[in-house]
């Protein structure tokens, strides 16, 4: 072999060897690329102090939504290091964090806090397995075919309500309605017993139960001993003893079972049976309809609050008023003033007009899990991120009820937006467009309930009443665990002389 060929085969060989190298590198790093995708971005330092004022003076939402705007619809806040809170925004990053099984996607210990409330030995308290058949009681208990009997007894109680109202005033809306919730509950969740014999003082009692566990300390350290917990204890352990009471006297009492007077949510859980032909016990049944009262207060009454906030407001609120109103008279005038179930599900404008009102004002501002597994999750933006196990993980709905491609003009108040031709929660996104009610495994039981509960109200006062909003559209409690509106919501009404 002569210098000339040797020079041209080692030229070879090394262009060669070149080829291959670049062509394993590039392989490698696209296998690297499939193996192991990115951590979400992390929120930096600097950019978190930036964002301090925004979180004083406009709340968590808004801060959110800056990151959103920055970072995308995934992104991570590293908490000194030690605890790693990953967010995420929208309907295609949120569909494991909604339907991801218990065993991956943890919620009991973020619930931890209602404990106390609730009670032991029921819903956050024991296994999965208890917990699913506990919750499959209140589902079957609260379910529209069981509930829709309770349209009279809530008509009942609204209509002897505002029988108190005199010609004309002003009243704090989120008095009454706060009231009216309450009312409600004990009649159609606790019972009639309970309504006519004691409502003075198990209404104490609830709300004994829910101001000591609305500061945020409660959240993080449900057992610490402060005045607050004190209370708290208190007041559920004699609300126990109360409802332990009826239980004994309902199972005591025969035929009381078949009696109208206890067509409640007490009464489907006292016949209620566990797998082994056990019935529930008292202090299950307490502590699962006290759950409901609970899951249902705070977050019923801010929504009729927002519904009538947003309906008086003279900037936008009035047009959708008078479609309201316009509904009404026309249901009068097919129906007359009765009220029943099927009659609630004609009132479409007025759902929409809640439905919005929860779209912009959500009572459960986020949802928290624990990542129990690493998992990964495509984000709207099209990058693949890898959340590892341990996260702590989170949706903000109010952010998410309010991205400009599912909702036009997402600030604005506008229930027709729901209506015929736009839909807009259903275009975009699927079922995890529209959050108030959460989705997925855990998604809210009582959205029936809540909106029966509110269509009744509202139906009222559109009805009988002339309303005008006399203080300035309130701001959003973002202090608080549950949002509701700042301070105080006055209204004028003056009874109208020929209701709708
Ligand atoms: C406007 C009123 C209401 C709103 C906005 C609301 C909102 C929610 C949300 C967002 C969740 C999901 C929580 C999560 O995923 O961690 C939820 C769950 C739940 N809600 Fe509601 N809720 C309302 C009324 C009610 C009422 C009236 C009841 C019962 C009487 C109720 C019972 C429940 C229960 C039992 C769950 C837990 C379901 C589960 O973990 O499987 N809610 N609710």
């Known amino acids: 072999m002569d210098l000339k060929t040797i020079h041209v085969a080692a030229c070879l060989t090394i262009a060669l060897l070149f080829l291959i190298t670049t062509k394993m590198m590039i392989l490698q790093r696209k296998d690297l690329n499939k193996r192991v995708p990115a951590l979400p971005p992390v929120v930096s330092f600097v950019s978190l102090i930036a964002s301090l004022p925004t979180l004083l003076t406009r709340g968590l939402p808004a801060v959110i939504h800056g990151l959103h705007a920055k970072l995308g619809t995934v992104f991570t806040i590293s908490l000194f290091g030690v605890k790693k809170v990953t967010f995420l925004v929208g309907p295609e990053a949120t569909a494991h964090f909604f339907e991801g099984s218990e065993s991956e996607i943890r919620q009991s210990n973020i619930y931890e806090f209602s404990v106390p409330v609730v009670g032991r030995g029921v819903l956050y308290d024991v296994d999965l397995t208890t917990r699913s058949r506990q919750l499959s009681f209140c589902t079957n208990a609260i ?4 509930v829709r009997s309770h349209v009279d007894a809530m ?19 989120k008095h009454e309605i706060w009231h009216l919730i309450l009312v409600i509950a004990n009649r159609c969740l606790l019972g009639k017993h309970i309504r006519e014999n004691m409502f003075d003082q198990v209404a104490t009692l609830l709300n004994e139960l829910f101001d000591n566990t609305s500061y945020l300390i409660s959240f993080f350290f449900p057992y610490l001993p402060i005045p607050p917990h004190h209370r708290r204890d208190k007041a559920r352990s004699k609300l126990g003893e109360i409802i332990h009471d009826v239980v004994r006297s309902r199972r005591t009492s025969s035929g009381l079972a078949d009696n109208n007077d206890n067509d409640d949510m007490l009464q489907r859980l006292v016949d209620s049976n566990c797998i082994n032909g056990r019935p529930l016990t008292e202090s299950e049944i307490a502590g699962l309809v006290v759950g409901m009262v ?11 609050v927002w ?8 900037d936008g609120g009035r047009d959708h008023l008078a479609a309201a109103v316009e509904e009404q008279r026309e249901i ?19 759902h929409s007009c809640v439905k919005e009102a929860l779209r912009l004002h959500p009572p459960a501002m986020m949802l928290f899990r624990h990542a129990s597994k690493g998992f990964s999750v495509r984000s709207r933006e099209g990058n693949v991120y890898e959340i590892p196990k341990g996260h702590t993980l989170v ?10 491609y599912i909702y036009k003009d997402p600030h604005v108040y506008d229930p027709s937006r729901f209506g015929p031709g736009r839909e807009e929660d259903k275009v ?12 997925g495994r855990h998604a809210c039981l009582g959205k029936d309930y809540a909106y029966m509960q509110i269509k009744v109200i509202w ?23 549950i949002p509701e509106p700042k301070g105080k919501v006055l209204v004028s009404y003056r009874r109208r002389v020929c209701s709708a």
Request: aromatic share 10%; net charge negative; hydrophobic share 40%.
């Open 428 to 439: 975009e996104g699927g079922k995890f467009s529209y959050m108030s009610f959460g989705a």
């Open 307 to 314: 519904t009538g906030a947003c309906l008086l407001n003279d």
């Open 294 to 304: 609970f899951a249902g207060q705070h977050t019923t009454s801010s929504a009729g």
């Open 155 to 173: 008509v009942q109680e609204v209509e002897g309500y505002f029988a108190q109202w005199g010609q004309h005033g002003v009243v704090d809306l």
């Open 332 to 350: 009068v005038g097919r129906h007359g003033h009765r009220l029943d179930y099927d009659i609630l599900q004609e009132m479409v404008t007025l």
């Open 395 to 404: 949706t903000c709905m109010a952010v998410a009820n309010s991205l400009p």
């Open 143 to 146: 379910k529209p075919m069981n």
């Open 459 to 481: 139906s009222h006062l559109l009805r009988n009443f002339d309303l005008e909003l006399v203080s300035p559209f309130p701001e959003e409690a973002w202090e608080k665990l």
